[in-house]
């Protein structure tokens, strides 16, 4: 009997995923395999947020495929090692699996292929699988990728994506093959307690109740902080519990604004990963070099605490940075005005920023959250790099109520809007009521550093669409 072997990755699902559905076509039986890959651990990419959400995935998708007569194999160890030490035992003639970006996501794909044509087997890698469109086949003219966001939406937009594909009926898996216990997010200490729930299941419950009563309403209220009036699929999207594939024609089906501003935030995600996979380097590195001087020291360093534990004393910031450290995830503008504060008032590397994020974030996509923090630090592919967004203009507007900064910040309970957001102008009797740090850069010092860009209102969700 023809075995193949399906590798997940970042596509922790069953419906319309292509390399699940080649292999079942070209094979009689089908080991769908994960490994814990300890170089990705070793690396700093397996924090407790998204070790816990993986855990909910890969519980999820291991009930699936035994509902299906299947069941997922869990190895760990070297990525390489364990997929053909598996092939062997399953006597495997091929594997299938999903295109990465990354550069390390490429040269381990890279090493994997010389690893099964030594041994006389093939690897099948699929594009369009994390992605609504593949990297490559949006491109200019003389180009190997699209460094501005406007004309690559445009193409996009005339491309139609691929036909989503239904999830298998039967998954033979061979008998006999060794399989680590499926974790469980209760191993896992650290974790955020208000984390959400990660799974496929979840993930399309998620997905219809957003397109039955949410998505309406996304083209006018994606930016109201109270309101959470965001998706919340990023997580999803991250781990591949959901396909952007789907998502994109599912939106289009429902149609009207809130539909079209949703699918733009998809093709956000698909520029930012056609970025990264013709420029590996932009993970690490200045996208567009602005010969910027980040400040270091003592002083930059314990900013950058105030700034991670939300005490900055700007309350629309601190909100943000409190409901991340929360919920593993944060509200787009709040990841926006967050990014902002660090790079241009505090003027901190946006490489710190980035990383804390990932270490936080469950949906800590490498490609979204490094070249959204160099959109907002202005050494990405924006043609806009002078651009700041003031927390107190910022706050005003979208949490006008100030319900958002009550609810992450208590200590400013009872303090009315406007008022809310410049705590430090109240009389002094007045302030003293509040146990709140005053601001980090003073009001003399910031006005310069607020002065606001205009942004035309079209900034990206980093992490998009959230």
Not at 292 to 302: I, N, Q, V, Y
Not at 417 to 428: C, D, F, I, K, T
Not at 449 to 460: C, K, L, N, T, W
């Amino acid at each position: 009997m023809n075995v193949a072997v399906v590798l997940y990755t970042s596509d922790l699902r069953l419906h319309d995923h292509p390399p699940l559905r080649a292999a079942l076509s070209s094979s009689d039986q089908v080991v769908p395999l994960f490994v814990r890959d300890r170089a990705v651990a070793a690396a700093g990419f397996a924090p407790p947020n998204r070790q816990a959400f993986l855990a909910d995935c890969l519980t999820d998708l291991d009930a699936g495929l035994r509902a299906r007569g299947g069941r997922l194999v869990i190895r760990s160890g070297d990525l390489v090692a364990e997929v053909c030490t598996l092939v062997r035992e399953a006597d495997a003639d091929e594997v299938h699996t999903a295109a990465g970006v990354s550069a390390y996501a490429q040269a381990r794909e890279e090493r994997l292929r010389e690893a099964l044509e030594a041994e006389g087997r093939r690897l099948y890698v699929h594009e369009s699988v994390v992605t609504a469109q593949a990297p490559g086949a949006v491109l200019p003219a003389g180009g190997d990728h699209f460094a501005v966001f406007t004309p690559y939406f445009r193409r996009w937009a005339e491309l139609p994506p691929r036909q989503p594909s239904a999830a298998p009926r039967a998954v033979r898996v061979p008998e006999g093959l060794g399989s680590e216990p499926v974790p469980s997010r209760t191993d896992v200490t650290g974790v955020s307690p208000g984390l959400a729930r990660g799974g496929e299941s979840e993930a399309r419950r998620l997905l219809t109740n957003w397109l039955r009563s949410g998505i309406t309403r996304y083209e006018d209220t994606h930016d109201d902080l109270a309101g959470d009036a965001t998706s919340r699929l990023s997580p999803h999207l991250h781990f591949g519990t959901l396909s952007p594939t789907e998502a994109v024609h599912r939106a289009r089906a429902a149609g009207g604004p809130g539909a079209e501003a949703f699918v733009r935030q998809l093709c956000w995600r698909d520029f930012h990963h056609q970025v990264l996979a013709a420029r590996p380097r932009a993970a690490a590195e200045d996208y567009r070099p602005r010969g910027d001087h980040w400040r270091t020291g003592a002083a930059a360093e314990e900013e950058t605490e105030a700034w991670k534990e939300g005490r900055t004393g700007y309350p629309v910031v601190d909100a943000a940075m409190r409901q991340l450290r929360h919920e593993g995830w944060m509200h787009n503008r709040g990841r926006l005005l967050a990014a902002s504060f660090l790079t241009k008032t505090l003027y901190i590397d946006w490489r710190t920023g980035a990383r804390h994020f990932l270490d936080l974030l469950v949906d800590g996509d490498l490609a979204n959250n490094q070249l959204n923090w160099q959109w907002v630090a202005g050494t990405g592919t924006d043609t806009r790099p002078n651009r700041v967004l003031n927390p107190v203009r910022q706050g005003l507007r979208y949490d006008p109520d100030g319900r958002y900064v009550h609810r992450w910040v208590p200590e400013l309970e009872g303090l009315p809007a406007p008022r809310v957001h410049e705590p430090w102008r109240l009389p002094a009797p007045e302030r003293a009521r509040y146990d709140y740090p005053g601001p980090l850069v003073g009001l003399s010092d910031g006005q310069d550093r607020f002065r606001e860009g205009r942004s035309g209102g079209r900034a990206p969700d980093p992490g998009a669409p959230s």
